[in-house]
């Protein structure tokens, strides 16, 4: 079993990929392999906004969040990105701020790195 790390570095509206992205961690799950975390970087920590609002007819970014939260995934977002962007580190829902510096130790541990961007 191999143990994974996932970037991400696209923001909300980028619908495809976060699709692609949950299935691609349900699949490896499936697998019996591991996710050792999913961090947010760049436009991605726009994700962990908790004031955006989006039409009903749009896909609901929060539930796919909740979705990979509730597989056990922890979610990490970049605080330096995060801070550029605006967004308020201490309120990031199911999102764990985390240094570049903590990204790079656990990618060095991990077997695979995969990006979403």
């Known amino acids: 079993m191999s143990q994974f790390i996932i970037s991400v ?8 990929t976060l699709q692609c992205l949950e299935r ?7 697998q019996q392999h591991s996710i050792k975390c999913i961090f947010l970087y760049q436009d991605a920590v726009l994700h962990a ?3 955006f609002a989006l039409a009903s007819d749009e896909l609901q ?9 509730d597989l056990g995934i922890p979610l990490k977002l970049c605080v330096t990105a995060a801070e550029k962007r605006g967004i308020n580190i201490s309120d990031t829902g199911l999102f764990t701020v985390a240094g ?18």
């Open 9 to 16: 570095h696209c923001g909300p509206a980028d619908h495809d």
């Open 61 to 69: 970014v929060s539930t796919v969040w909740q979705n990979l939260h």
């Open 49 to 51: 906004n908790q004031h």
């Open 24 to 30: 691609f961690a349900r699949a490896t799950l499936q």
């Open 100 to 117: 570049l510096a903590e990204f790079a130790m656990e990618t060095c541990k991990a077997d695979k790195w995969v990006q979403f961007k």
